[in-house]
Protein backbone atom coordinates (compact mmCIF):
# COMPACT_ATOMS: atom_id res chain seq x y z
CA UNK A 1 0.00 0.00 0.00
CA UNK A 2 1.02 3.67 -0.52
CA UNK A 3 2.95 5.38 2.01
CA UNK A 4 2.95 9.57 2.45
CA UNK A 5 4.87 11.23 5.18
CA UNK A 6 3.59 14.16 6.99
CA UNK A 7 6.76 16.50 8.98
CA UNK A 8 5.26 18.86 11.80
CA UNK A 9 7.20 21.68 12.05
CA UNK A 10 5.07 24.68 12.31
CA UNK A 11 5.76 25.33 16.07
CA UNK A 12 7.68 28.19 17.17
CA UNK A 13 10.11 26.04 19.68
CA UNK A 14 8.91 28.52 22.56
CA UNK A 15 11.56 26.67 24.67
CA UNK A 16 14.44 27.32 22.64
CA UNK A 17 13.80 31.11 23.36
CA UNK A 18 15.19 31.95 19.87
CA UNK A 19 14.44 33.77 16.63
CA UNK A 20 15.66 31.06 14.61
CA UNK A 21 12.27 28.14 14.31
CA UNK A 22 13.29 25.19 16.15
CA UNK A 23 13.48 22.42 13.34
CA UNK A 24 16.38 24.67 11.60
CA UNK A 25 18.71 24.85 14.81
CA UNK A 26 21.56 22.68 14.18
CA UNK A 27 23.01 19.22 14.95
CA UNK A 28 25.97 17.55 13.51
CA UNK A 29 26.22 20.53 11.44
CA UNK A 30 22.74 20.30 10.15
CA UNK A 31 19.08 21.43 10.50
CA UNK A 32 17.40 19.09 12.72
CA UNK A 33 15.15 18.31 10.98
CA UNK A 34 16.89 17.12 7.62
CA UNK A 35 17.38 14.18 9.83
CA UNK A 36 13.92 13.66 10.00
CA UNK A 37 13.77 14.21 6.24
CA UNK A 38 16.50 11.55 6.26
CA UNK A 39 15.13 9.12 8.14
CA UNK A 40 11.07 9.39 6.30
CA UNK A 41 13.54 8.96 2.62
CA UNK A 42 14.61 5.85 3.98
CA UNK A 43 11.30 4.97 5.12
CA UNK A 44 10.34 4.13 1.66
CA UNK A 45 7.54 7.18 1.69
CA UNK A 46 6.72 8.19 -1.64
CA UNK A 47 5.26 11.73 -0.68
CA UNK A 48 6.23 13.52 2.18
CA UNK A 49 5.13 16.49 2.93
CA UNK A 50 6.20 19.42 5.84
CA UNK A 51 3.63 21.52 7.76
CA UNK A 52 5.88 25.43 8.03
CA UNK A 53 4.32 27.94 10.22
CA UNK A 54 6.18 30.30 12.41
CA UNK A 55 8.74 31.59 10.28
CA UNK A 56 7.75 29.21 7.35
CA UNK A 57 9.23 30.52 5.03
CA UNK A 58 12.59 30.17 6.06
CA UNK A 59 11.68 26.36 6.54
CA UNK A 60 9.93 25.85 3.17
CA UNK A 61 13.25 28.08 1.41
CA UNK A 62 15.81 25.48 3.00
CA UNK A 63 13.34 22.40 2.65
CA UNK A 64 10.72 23.25 -0.44
CA UNK A 65 12.98 21.08 -2.82
CA UNK A 66 12.91 18.50 -0.84
CA UNK A 67 8.92 18.16 0.62
CA UNK A 68 5.72 19.25 -0.22
CA UNK A 69 5.01 22.23 1.72
CA UNK A 70 1.77 23.09 4.05
CA UNK A 71 1.33 26.27 6.05
CA UNK A 72 -0.24 26.34 9.07
CA UNK A 73 -1.12 29.66 10.43
CA UNK A 74 -1.28 30.35 13.33
CA UNK A 75 -0.11 27.68 15.17
CA UNK A 76 -2.10 25.99 17.22
CA UNK A 77 -1.13 22.49 18.57
CA UNK A 78 0.15 19.35 16.74
CA UNK A 79 -3.69 18.24 15.68
CA UNK A 80 -4.32 21.15 14.24
CA UNK A 81 -1.04 21.07 12.86
CA UNK A 82 -2.19 17.56 11.03
CA UNK A 83 -5.24 18.78 10.00
CA UNK A 84 -3.80 21.53 7.28
CA UNK A 85 -2.57 18.82 5.12
CA UNK A 86 -6.04 17.47 4.63
CA UNK A 87 -6.27 19.12 1.50
CA UNK A 88 -2.52 17.83 -0.12
CA UNK A 89 -3.85 14.43 1.01
CA UNK A 90 -7.69 14.30 -0.39
CA UNK A 91 -8.09 11.50 -2.41
CA UNK A 92 -4.91 9.40 -0.27
CA UNK A 93 -5.93 6.05 0.73
CA UNK A 94 -2.26 4.76 1.90
CA UNK A 95 -0.86 4.55 5.29
CA UNK A 96 0.23 7.73 6.63
CA UNK A 97 3.12 8.33 8.44
CA UNK A 98 3.39 11.28 11.13
CA UNK A 99 6.47 12.83 12.95
CA UNK A 100 7.83 15.98 14.39
CA UNK A 101 10.44 17.51 13.03
CA UNK A 102 12.23 17.81 16.54
CA UNK A 103 13.29 13.85 16.57
CA UNK A 104 16.62 13.97 14.43
CA UNK A 105 17.97 11.10 15.55
CA UNK A 106 14.97 8.99 14.80
CA UNK A 107 16.69 6.36 11.91
CA UNK A 108 15.22 4.83 8.52
CA UNK A 109 15.45 1.45 9.93
CA UNK A 110 13.36 2.30 13.26
CA UNK A 111 10.90 3.94 10.86
CA UNK A 112 10.58 0.58 8.62
CA UNK A 113 10.46 -1.28 11.66
CA UNK A 114 7.60 0.57 12.81
CA UNK A 115 5.43 0.49 9.18
CA UNK A 116 5.64 -3.25 9.93
CA UNK A 117 4.75 -3.12 13.34
CA UNK A 118 1.54 -1.26 11.93
CA UNK A 119 0.84 -3.23 8.94
CA UNK A 120 1.12 -6.53 11.18
CA UNK A 121 -1.13 -5.04 13.84
CA UNK A 122 -3.70 -4.12 11.34
CA UNK A 123 -4.61 -1.32 12.98
CA UNK A 124 -5.99 2.14 12.57
CA UNK A 125 -3.65 4.11 14.12
CA UNK A 126 -0.48 3.03 15.81
CA UNK A 127 1.81 5.10 17.49
CA UNK A 128 5.75 4.52 18.20
CA UNK A 129 6.48 4.36 21.85
CA UNK A 130 9.85 4.05 24.01
CA UNK A 131 10.47 3.12 27.77
CA UNK A 132 13.10 5.91 29.07
CA UNK A 133 14.41 5.60 32.47
CA UNK A 134 13.43 9.92 32.89
CA UNK A 135 10.01 10.56 31.11
CA UNK A 136 9.69 13.83 32.02
CA UNK A 137 8.29 16.12 29.19
CA UNK A 138 7.38 13.79 27.04
CA UNK A 139 3.07 12.58 26.42
CA UNK A 140 2.46 8.99 28.42
CA UNK A 141 0.77 6.18 27.34
CA UNK A 142 -1.69 4.71 29.12
CA UNK A 143 -2.79 1.43 29.42
CA UNK A 144 -5.29 -0.56 30.47
CA UNK A 145 -5.42 -3.78 32.98
CA UNK A 146 -4.81 -5.97 29.70
CA UNK A 147 -1.81 -3.79 28.55
CA UNK A 148 -4.76 -2.14 25.68
CA UNK A 149 -3.61 1.79 24.80
CA UNK A 150 -6.36 4.13 26.30
CA UNK A 151 -4.78 7.10 25.54
CA UNK A 152 -1.86 9.62 25.95
CA UNK A 153 -1.73 12.02 28.69
CA UNK A 154 0.39 15.15 28.46
CA UNK A 155 2.99 15.93 30.95
CA UNK A 156 1.10 18.95 31.86
CA UNK A 157 -2.18 17.58 32.34
CA UNK A 158 -1.13 14.51 33.83
CA UNK A 159 -2.52 13.38 37.23
CA UNK A 160 0.60 12.37 39.36
CA UNK A 161 -0.05 8.70 39.05
CA UNK A 162 0.09 8.82 35.41
CA UNK A 163 3.57 10.69 35.79
CA UNK A 164 4.97 7.88 37.17
CA UNK A 165 4.02 5.80 33.91
CA UNK A 166 7.45 5.29 31.89
CA UNK A 167 6.28 4.67 28.39
CA UNK A 168 6.11 7.81 26.60
CA UNK A 169 4.89 8.91 23.28
CA UNK A 170 7.59 9.63 20.40
CA UNK A 171 5.38 11.83 18.31
CA UNK A 172 5.66 9.55 15.93
CA UNK A 173 2.55 7.69 14.37
CA UNK A 174 0.74 5.74 11.68
CA UNK A 175 -2.14 6.54 10.02
CA UNK A 176 -4.82 4.24 7.92
CA UNK A 177 -7.77 3.88 6.85
CA UNK A 178 -10.41 6.80 6.21
CA UNK A 179 -11.65 9.44 8.51
CA UNK A 180 -8.71 10.36 9.56
CA UNK A 181 -9.30 14.25 9.01
CA UNK A 182 -13.02 14.03 9.99
CA UNK A 183 -11.57 12.63 13.49
CA UNK A 184 -8.43 15.04 13.62
CA UNK A 185 -11.54 18.31 13.58
CA UNK A 186 -13.27 16.85 16.68
CA UNK A 187 -9.99 17.21 18.52
CA UNK A 188 -10.10 20.11 21.44
CA UNK A 189 -8.39 22.34 22.73
CA UNK A 190 -9.62 21.76 26.62
CA UNK A 191 -6.53 21.12 28.19
CA UNK A 192 -3.54 23.18 30.00
CA UNK A 193 -1.68 24.63 26.87
CA UNK A 194 -5.27 25.44 25.13
CA UNK A 195 -3.64 23.57 22.23
CA UNK A 196 -5.13 21.39 19.58
CA UNK A 197 -3.36 18.17 20.96
CA UNK A 198 -2.97 15.41 18.19
CA UNK A 199 -2.21 13.12 20.97
CA UNK A 200 -6.23 13.54 21.66
CA UNK A 201 -6.82 11.55 18.62
CA UNK A 202 -5.88 8.45 19.95
CA UNK A 203 -8.69 8.00 22.54
CA UNK A 204 -11.22 9.58 20.04
CA UNK A 205 -10.38 6.45 17.75
CA UNK A 206 -10.66 4.07 20.65
CA UNK A 207 -14.23 5.78 21.53
CA UNK A 208 -15.28 5.34 17.65
CA UNK A 209 -13.84 1.58 18.28
CA UNK A 210 -11.35 1.54 15.34
CA UNK A 211 -8.23 0.06 16.68
CA UNK A 212 -5.05 1.52 17.99
CA UNK A 213 -2.10 -0.53 18.32
CA UNK A 214 1.45 0.67 20.15
CA UNK A 215 5.11 -0.11 19.00
CA UNK A 216 7.74 -0.01 21.34
CA UNK A 217 11.05 1.49 19.87
CA UNK A 218 13.94 -1.46 20.09
CA UNK A 219 16.54 1.98 20.27
CA UNK A 220 14.72 4.62 22.63
CA UNK A 221 17.58 6.81 22.27
CA UNK A 222 16.80 7.11 18.86
CA UNK A 223 13.16 8.91 19.64
CA UNK A 224 14.75 12.53 21.72
CA UNK A 225 12.81 15.27 21.20
CA UNK A 226 14.46 18.04 20.97
CA UNK A 227 12.88 21.33 22.94
CA UNK A 228 15.21 23.49 24.22
CA UNK A 229 19.13 24.19 24.00
CA UNK A 230 20.06 21.40 26.52
CA UNK A 231 18.67 18.71 24.52
CA UNK A 232 20.22 20.12 21.38
CA UNK A 233 23.59 19.81 23.60
CA UNK A 234 23.03 16.61 24.10
CA UNK A 235 21.27 15.34 21.00
CA UNK A 236 24.50 16.74 19.41
CA UNK A 237 26.96 14.59 22.27
CA UNK A 238 24.46 11.23 20.77
CA UNK A 239 24.84 12.64 16.93
CA UNK A 240 28.65 13.06 17.28
CA UNK A 241 29.18 9.77 18.86
CA UNK A 242 27.52 7.41 16.14
CA UNK A 243 29.20 9.54 13.53
CA UNK A 244 33.04 8.96 15.22
CA UNK A 245 31.61 5.29 15.67
CA UNK A 246 31.12 5.21 12.42
CA UNK A 247 34.27 6.13 10.86
CA UNK A 248 36.31 4.25 13.17
CA UNK A 249 34.83 1.32 12.21
CA UNK A 250 35.50 2.17 8.47
CA UNK A 251 39.39 1.68 9.40
CA UNK A 252 39.73 5.61 10.87
CA UNK A 253 41.88 5.75 14.60
CA UNK A 254 40.14 8.41 16.71
CA UNK A 255 42.43 9.19 19.73
CA UNK A 256 39.97 10.78 22.03
CA UNK A 257 36.17 10.61 20.89
CA UNK A 258 35.89 12.57 23.54
CA UNK A 259 37.46 16.00 22.21
CA UNK A 260 36.64 15.14 18.13
CA UNK A 261 33.84 16.58 16.70
CA UNK A 262 32.82 15.39 13.45
CA UNK A 263 29.69 16.56 11.18
CA UNK A 264 28.06 14.36 9.94
CA UNK A 265 28.84 14.88 5.95
CA UNK A 266 32.59 14.24 6.95
CA UNK A 267 34.29 11.53 5.05
CA UNK A 268 37.62 10.17 6.42
CA UNK A 269 39.94 7.89 4.65
CA UNK A 270 41.16 4.42 6.12
CA UNK A 271 44.01 4.77 8.05
CA UNK A 272 43.89 8.23 9.16
CA UNK A 273 44.26 9.07 12.29
CA UNK A 274 42.48 12.06 14.14
CA UNK A 275 43.83 13.24 17.37
CA UNK A 276 42.45 15.19 19.91
CA UNK A 277 40.86 18.92 20.02
CA UNK A 278 40.11 18.53 16.48
CA UNK A 279 36.70 20.04 14.75
CA UNK A 280 36.20 18.74 11.28
CA UNK A 281 32.85 20.44 9.71
CA UNK A 282 30.67 20.87 6.66
CA UNK A 283 31.38 18.57 3.52
CA UNK A 284 34.97 18.11 4.37
CA UNK A 285 36.51 15.23 2.83
CA UNK A 286 39.77 13.74 4.15
CA UNK A 287 42.03 11.02 2.14
CA UNK A 288 43.27 8.02 3.37
CA UNK A 289 46.75 8.09 5.78
CA UNK A 290 46.33 11.63 7.01
CA UNK A 291 47.38 12.78 10.19
CA UNK A 292 45.02 15.39 11.40
CA UNK A 293 45.19 17.48 14.93
CA UNK A 294 45.87 17.89 17.90
CA UNK A 295 43.91 20.90 17.36
CA UNK A 296 43.17 20.73 13.71
CA UNK A 297 39.70 22.54 12.70
CA UNK A 298 38.67 21.77 9.19
CA UNK A 299 35.85 23.16 7.74
CA UNK A 300 34.87 22.39 3.91
CA UNK A 301 38.11 21.67 3.18
CA UNK A 302 39.15 18.68 0.78
CA UNK A 303 42.40 16.48 1.76
CA UNK A 304 44.78 14.10 -0.11
CA UNK A 305 46.17 10.93 1.18
CA UNK A 306 48.85 11.50 3.47
CA UNK A 307 48.53 14.77 4.63
CA UNK A 308 49.59 16.22 7.78
CA UNK A 309 47.29 19.07 9.63
CA UNK A 310 48.59 19.95 13.28
CA UNK A 311 47.54 22.87 15.07
CA UNK A 312 46.12 24.84 12.51
CA UNK A 313 42.92 26.05 10.43
CA UNK A 314 42.05 24.40 6.91
CA UNK A 315 38.47 26.40 5.54
CA UNK A 316 36.86 25.78 2.01
CA UNK A 317 40.15 25.04 0.39
CA UNK A 318 41.85 21.90 -1.14
CA UNK A 319 44.82 19.92 -0.37
CA UNK A 320 46.35 17.67 -2.45
CA UNK A 321 48.38 14.57 -1.43
CA UNK A 322 51.49 14.58 0.92
CA UNK A 323 51.23 18.24 1.71
CA UNK A 324 51.99 19.59 5.82
CA UNK A 325 50.36 22.30 7.49
CA UNK A 326 51.12 23.82 10.64
CA UNK A 327 51.54 24.22 13.15
CA UNK A 328 49.53 26.85 13.26
CA UNK A 329 48.99 27.83 9.84
CA UNK A 330 45.30 29.39 8.86
CA UNK A 331 44.82 28.53 5.52
CA UNK A 332 41.55 30.87 4.25
CA UNK A 333 39.23 29.89 1.68
CA UNK A 334 39.83 29.93 -1.82
CA UNK A 335 43.35 27.42 -1.51
CA UNK A 336 44.47 25.61 -3.14
CA UNK A 337 47.54 23.48 -2.59
CA UNK A 338 49.52 21.08 -5.04
CA UNK A 339 50.77 17.91 -4.14
CA UNK A 340 53.58 18.34 -1.56
CA UNK A 341 53.26 21.58 -0.48
CA UNK A 342 55.05 22.38 3.07
CA UNK A 343 52.77 25.53 4.80
CA UNK A 344 53.97 25.63 8.34
CA UNK A 345 54.24 27.69 11.77
CA UNK A 346 52.51 30.82 11.34
CA UNK A 347 51.36 31.07 7.57
CA UNK A 348 48.11 32.31 6.24
CA UNK A 349 47.13 31.94 2.80
CA UNK A 350 44.18 33.03 1.37
CA UNK A 351 42.87 32.95 -2.77
CA UNK A 352 46.02 31.37 -3.03
CA UNK A 353 47.54 28.61 -5.39
CA UNK A 354 51.00 26.57 -4.28
CA UNK A 355 52.50 24.35 -6.80
CA UNK A 356 54.18 20.84 -6.19
CA UNK A 357 56.56 20.79 -3.73
CA UNK A 358 56.61 24.69 -2.87
CA UNK A 359 57.00 25.76 0.60
CA UNK A 360 56.14 28.28 2.98
CA UNK A 361 57.43 27.45 5.83
CA UNK A 362 57.23 30.46 8.21
CA UNK A 363 55.72 33.30 9.38
CA UNK A 364 54.58 34.61 6.13
CA UNK A 365 50.90 36.04 4.48
CA UNK A 366 50.33 35.21 1.21
CA UNK A 367 47.03 36.52 -0.49
CA UNK A 368 45.65 36.57 -4.15
CA UNK A 369 48.48 34.88 -5.24
CA UNK A 370 50.09 31.99 -7.50
CA UNK A 371 52.73 30.37 -6.65
CA UNK A 372 54.69 27.99 -9.42
CA UNK A 373 55.94 24.43 -8.27
CA UNK A 374 59.19 24.33 -6.61
CA UNK A 375 59.19 27.54 -4.64
CA UNK A 376 60.87 28.47 -1.49
CA UNK A 377 59.08 31.56 0.19
CA UNK A 378 61.54 32.58 2.88
CA UNK A 379 60.51 33.62 6.12
CA UNK A 380 58.26 36.41 7.07
CA UNK A 381 57.29 36.60 3.32
CA UNK A 382 54.65 39.20 2.65
CA UNK A 383 52.22 39.68 -0.28
CA UNK A 384 50.79 43.43 0.20
CA UNK A 385 48.09 42.35 -1.90
CA UNK A 386 45.64 45.01 -0.76
CA UNK A 387 45.86 49.24 -1.46
CA UNK A 388 43.14 50.19 0.53
CA UNK A 389 40.92 50.21 -2.40
CA UNK A 390 41.61 46.92 -3.75
CA UNK A 391 43.01 43.87 -3.84
CA UNK A 392 45.81 42.85 -6.32
CA UNK A 393 47.56 39.48 -7.73
CA UNK A 394 50.69 38.08 -6.94
CA UNK A 395 52.53 35.59 -9.48
CA UNK A 396 55.83 33.55 -8.41
CA UNK A 397 57.12 31.48 -10.91
CA UNK A 398 58.54 27.69 -10.97
CA UNK A 399 61.57 27.11 -8.90
CA UNK A 400 61.94 30.68 -7.33
CA UNK A 401 63.61 31.84 -4.23
CA UNK A 402 61.99 34.40 -2.12
CA UNK A 403 64.48 35.74 0.29
CA UNK A 404 63.51 36.33 4.30
CA UNK A 405 61.15 38.97 4.88
CA UNK A 406 60.57 40.34 1.89
CA UNK A 407 57.46 42.72 1.02
CA UNK A 408 55.76 41.72 -2.67
CA UNK A 409 53.90 44.63 -3.45
CA UNK A 410 50.74 43.50 -5.74
CA UNK A 411 50.55 43.65 -8.86
CA UNK A 412 54.20 42.44 -9.33
CA UNK A 413 55.41 38.87 -11.10
CA UNK A 414 58.19 37.34 -9.82
CA UNK A 415 60.20 35.33 -12.91
CA UNK A 416 60.67 31.26 -13.07
CA UNK A 417 63.91 30.73 -11.15
CA UNK A 418 63.90 34.46 -10.06
CA UNK A 419 66.17 35.05 -6.45
CA UNK A 420 64.75 37.87 -4.30
CA UNK A 421 67.28 39.15 -1.67
CA UNK A 422 65.90 39.11 1.78
CA UNK A 423 64.52 42.18 3.09
CA UNK A 424 63.73 43.70 -0.11
CA UNK A 425 60.69 45.34 -0.98
CA UNK A 426 59.63 44.64 -4.74
CA UNK A 427 57.49 46.97 -6.48
CA UNK A 428 58.29 45.68 -9.72
CA UNK A 429 58.30 42.46 -11.93
CA UNK A 430 61.95 40.95 -11.91
CA UNK A 431 62.21 38.56 -14.83
CA UNK A 432 62.54 34.88 -15.01
CA UNK A 433 66.29 33.82 -13.36
CA UNK A 434 67.00 37.23 -12.36
CA UNK A 435 67.84 38.73 -9.05
CA UNK A 436 66.05 41.36 -7.80
CA UNK A 437 67.21 43.23 -4.52
CA UNK A 438 65.34 46.09 -3.13
CA UNK A 439 66.83 47.20 0.26
CA UNK A 440 68.91 50.32 1.62
CA UNK A 441 72.85 48.86 1.22
CA UNK A 442 74.97 48.06 4.40
CA UNK A 443 77.33 50.68 5.46
CA UNK A 444 80.22 50.29 7.34
CA UNK A 445 81.31 52.32 10.20
CA UNK A 446 85.04 51.63 11.46
CA UNK A 447 85.55 51.90 15.28
CA UNK A 448 82.06 53.48 15.60
CA UNK A 449 81.24 52.29 19.39
CA UNK A 450 84.60 53.67 20.47
CA UNK A 451 84.53 56.91 18.93
CA UNK A 452 80.97 57.52 20.60
CA UNK A 453 81.98 56.77 23.60
CA UNK A 454 84.94 58.96 22.86
CA UNK A 455 82.57 61.86 22.18
CA UNK A 456 81.01 61.53 25.54
CA UNK A 457 83.68 61.55 27.66
CA UNK A 458 84.43 64.89 26.06
CA UNK A 459 87.69 63.92 23.69
CA UNK A 460 89.55 61.88 26.05
CA UNK A 461 90.25 58.33 25.15
CA UNK A 462 87.82 55.87 27.04
CA UNK A 463 89.26 54.45 30.36
C1 LIG B 1 4.78 16.23 21.60
C2 LIG B 1 3.62 15.30 22.00
C3 LIG B 1 4.09 14.44 23.18
C4 LIG B 1 5.30 13.67 22.78
C5 LIG B 1 6.40 14.56 22.27
C6 LIG B 1 7.51 13.72 21.66
C7 LIG B 1 1.57 16.51 21.51
C8 LIG B 1 0.45 17.27 22.09
N1 LIG B 1 2.50 16.09 22.37
O1 LIG B 1 5.02 17.09 22.68
O2 LIG B 1 3.05 13.56 23.55
O3 LIG B 1 5.78 12.92 23.91
O4 LIG B 1 5.91 15.44 21.23
O5 LIG B 1 8.64 14.48 21.33
O6 LIG B 1 1.57 16.27 20.32
N2 LIG B 1 4.08 21.68 15.88
C9 LIG B 1 3.41 22.21 14.79
N3 LIG B 1 2.36 23.05 15.01
C10 LIG B 1 1.94 23.37 16.26
C11 LIG B 1 2.62 22.80 17.37
C12 LIG B 1 3.68 21.96 17.15
O7 LIG B 1 3.77 21.96 13.64
O8 LIG B 1 0.97 24.12 16.37
C13 LIG B 1 5.22 20.79 15.63
C14 LIG B 1 6.50 21.31 16.26
O9 LIG B 1 7.20 22.14 15.34
C15 LIG B 1 7.25 20.05 16.61
C16 LIG B 1 6.17 19.03 16.79
O10 LIG B 1 5.00 19.56 16.22
O11 LIG B 1 8.10 19.64 15.57
C17 LIG B 1 5.94 18.70 18.27
O12 LIG B 1 5.60 19.89 18.95
P1 LIG B 1 6.18 20.20 20.39
O13 LIG B 1 5.62 21.49 20.83
O14 LIG B 1 7.63 20.03 20.40
O15 LIG B 1 5.48 19.03 21.22
P2 LIG B 1 5.97 18.40 22.60
O16 LIG B 1 5.56 19.30 23.70
O17 LIG B 1 7.37 18.00 22.53
CA1 LIG C 1 8.94 18.31 21.04
Known amino acids: MELAAVILAAGKGTRMKS ?23 GSGSKRIIMVVGHRGELVAQAFGEQAEIVFQEPQLGTAHALLQTKEALAGFGGHLLVLSGDTPLVTGETLREFLQAHQESGACATVLTAVLENPAGYGRVVRDGTGRVVKIVEQKDAAPAKLAIKEINTGIYCFSGPGLFDYLSRVKAENAQKEYYLTDLIEIYIQNNRPVAAHRAARPEEIMGI ?26 TVIDPGSTFLDQEVVIGRDSVIYPFTVIEGNSVIGRNCLIGPGAHLKNARLGENVNVAHSVVVESIIEDYCSIGPFAYIRPGCHLKQGVKVGDFVELKKTVVGENSKVPHLSYLGDTTVGAGVNVGAGTITCNYDGARKWPTYIGDGAFIGSNTNLVAPVEIGAGAVIGAGSTITKNVPPG ?4 ARGRQRIVERWSD ?9 AEPG
Do not use: T
Open 19 to 41: DLPKVLHKVGGRPMVSYVLQAVK
Open 227 to 252: NDRRQLAEAEMILRRRKIDEVMLSGV
Open 434 to 437: ALGV
Open 451 to 459: RKKKRENGG
